[in-house]
C-alpha cells in the first residue's frame, strides 16, 4: 500500500507570495493532520482535519488555511509568505479513533 | 501549554553499546506517547507506541514509560551507525482530536 504522499517535494517562493501544499493519505485514513517544521525543532501542529471537518487548530496565523477534500486528500495555503515560514512541511494521516499518526515525505518550502 | 523536553544532544555512542534517550512531558492527562526516528532531511517514521507504565520491547528497541515521574525513555540495543538519527517524541492526551506535541528531538550519533 502506497504511503502517505505530498507534492511537491520542495519549493522555493518570495515573500508575499501565495503557496499551496498537497497531501493524499494512507488508503482507508480519513484524518490528515498539518505540520509545520523549522530546522532543530520538533514538528509543530498546524491543522487536522477529520470528514472535511477541522478538528483542531494550531498557533498559526491566519494566514494558513486548510481543507480536506471528499476523498480525504488535502491542502494546505499559506498567504503573504514571510521569511520564517521556511520549513519542512508535513502532512500525517491516521485511521478513525487511532492516535497513530503516519508521515508523508514532506514539501521543503524556501522563502526568499 | 503541554510541553515535551528531550536534550537535544548529540547522543554520542560507540557501535555495539546501548543508546538511552529520555523525554519528560508537563501534562498529566496524557495517554499515549509515541517514538519517532527523523533522518536528516527526511520525515519521522514511527519506531513504536506506548500507553501502559513499564516496559515495551520491539527487536533492538525498548520503549519505558512511568507516569508518575511523567518521563518516557526509548533504549536501542546494539546500536548500530544507521541508528545515526534524530529521535522524536510525541506525547497524546486520549479523548481529543489525538493532536501529538512533540519535543525537539534528540540527535543520536553511533561511531564505528
Known amino acids: 500500500d502506497a504511503g502517505v504522499t505530498q507534492s511537491p517535494t520542495h519549493l522555493i517562493k518570495t515573500r508575499g507570495q501565495h503557496v499551496t501544499l498537497r497531501c493524499s493519505p494512507i488508503s482507508g485514513h480519513k484524518s490528515v493532520s498539518w505540520y509545520q517544521q523549522v530546522l532543530g525543532q520538533g514538528p509543530q501542529f498546524i491543522f487536522q482535519y477529520y470528514e472535511k471537518e477541522e478538528r483542531g487548530r494550531g498557533n498559526f496565523p491566519d494566514r494558513f488555511s486548510a481543507r480536506q477534500f471528499p476523498n480525504y486528500s488535502s491542502e494546505l495555503n499559506v498567504n503573504a509568505l514571510l521569511l520564517g515560514d521556511s520549513a519542512l512541511y508535513l502532512c500525517?494521516?491516521?485511521?478513525?479513533?487511532?492516535?497513530?499518526?503516519?508521515f508523508g515525505p514532506g514539501t521543503r518550502l524556501t522563502v526568499l | 501549554q503541554k510541553e515535551v523536553e528531550q536534550n537535544s544532544g548529540p547522543l554520542s555512542v560507540p557501535e555495539g553499546a546501548i543508546a538511552s534517550l529520555n523525554c519528560t512531558y508537563s501534562d498529566r492527562g496524557s495517554q499515549s506517547f509515541f517514538w519517532y526516528r527523523q533522518y536528516s532531511g527526511k520525515s519521522p517514521e514511527l519506531i513504536m507506541s506506548?500507553?501502559?507504565?513499564g516496559d515495551k520491547e520491539d527487536g533492538r528497541f525498548t520503549a519505558q514509560l512511568n507516569k508518575a515521574s511523567q518521563y518516557v525513555s526509548l533504549l536501542i540495543r546494539d546500536s548500530q551507525p544507521s541508528d545515526s538519527a534524530t529521535y522524536l517524541c510525541?506525547?497524546?492526551?486520549?479523548?481529543?482530536?489525538?493532536?501529538?506535541?512533540f519535543g525537539r528531538g534528540t540527535s543520536l550519533i553511533v561511531h564505528p
Open positions: 500525517a494521516s491516521s485511521l478513525e479513533g487511532a492516535d497513530t499518526q503516519y
Open positions: 510525541a506525547v497524546n492526551i486520549l479523548g481529543g482530536s489525538y493532536i501529538p506535541t
Open positions: 506506548i500507553y501502559s507504565n
